[in-house]
């Protein structure tokens, strides 16, 4: 039997199969490793539940990671929504992080900065967010309490993973965009024997037929050990004019002579704040692998 992993609880997986029938899951062997939105086979039990045998092909995942474990946010997703608000105050390098992680997932990325309803700050908050736009990546501005639909036509046709630090407002879209989202969540976590209401795992959403949403944890930290070091400056896209224009074909982009980032920098074609995130993560990710 095929499904979908819709939520998932530490061990425990919910699967919806594809008569909509929610199975409680569990994973066989000690193996982990599966993601919200994982395409599986599995296996019914004769007391209701099931054991996953196989994770299918992906075609994308999301994850963080540091330089001891992984922690995977959703899989098989074609749109990354980053949720900032007016309050609390956002981090420009998580957004930066996030970015990153679309690219090198190669797919869309989505900038929603909500609670626009508090008009002073929204105005600040979005002169901050308009850098972005100038990248190219769509910046959205809306007030999840009062009006969610200037949010629909960019889920339509797409499943799409919401994420960003806590108290942006994540689960308020959810339940904005589907009033149900409450009872769902507490079935499943019925269905998982668990007493968690909140953001406490990956859960996803069907919108329509060719719509999805997955609403994921708050984080405040973005890590990226997983991506390469040659891949790090892809996963910038004002960069990608530059690269591969340095005199050395290995260039790191630090301190090397005749770097053609260094030369955009000090020109004003990238902003300074983005090559120094890229620098730090770079010194991060070579002092990690000398270790």
């Not at 000690?30 to 299918?56: F, H, R, W």
């Amino acid at each position: 039997m095929i499904g979908q992993v819709i939520a998932s609880y530490g061990r425990q997986y919910g699967v919806q199969t594809s008569d909509g029938a929610l199975l409680t899951c569990v994973m066989r062997g000690k193996k982990g490793g599966i993601a919200c939105g994982d395409q599986v086979k599995i296996l019914p039990t004769t007391s209701g539940q099931g054991v996953i045998e196989t994770v299918l092909s992906r075609s994308s995942l999301l994850y963080r990671s540091d330089a001891f474990r992984q922690k995977l946010i959703a899989a098989n997703v074609t749109q990354l929504i980053i949720v900032v608000a007016v309050v609390p105050t956002f981090s420009e390098e998580l957004i930066d992080r996030c970015l990153i992680a679309a690219e090198h997932q190669r797919i869309k990325a989505l900038i929603v900065l909500n609670k626009a309803d508090l008009l002073e700050q929204a105005r600040t908050a979005a002169a901050t967010l308009s850098f972005y736009s100038s990248l190219g990546y769509p910046v959205l501005t809306i007030s999840a309490t009062r009006n969610i639909e200037p949010l629909r036509p960019y889920l339509q046709g797409h499943t799409s993973v919401l994420t960003g630090q806590s108290g942006m407002g994540k689960s308020t879209i959810i339940n904005a965009l589907m009033p149900g989202a409450k009872r769902t969540t507490m079935e499943i976590s019925t269905a998982l024997d668990s007493g968690r209401h909140t953001t406490t795992h990956a859960r996803l959403y069907h919108l329509d037929l060719d719509s999805a949403i997955i609403d994921s944890p708050g984080l405040q930290e973005f890590g990226l050990h997983h991506i390469d070091n040659s891949e790090l400056a892809g996963g910038f896209v004002e960069f990608h004019p530059y690269l591969g224009q340095c005199r050395f074909s290995n260039c790191r982009h630090m301190t090397e002579p005749d770097c053609a980032l260094l030369l955009a920098a000090q020109e004003g074609n990238i902003h300074a704040r983005r090559l120094a995130t890229y620098q730090k993560l770079m010194a991060a990710a070579e002092k990690q692998k000398a270790w």
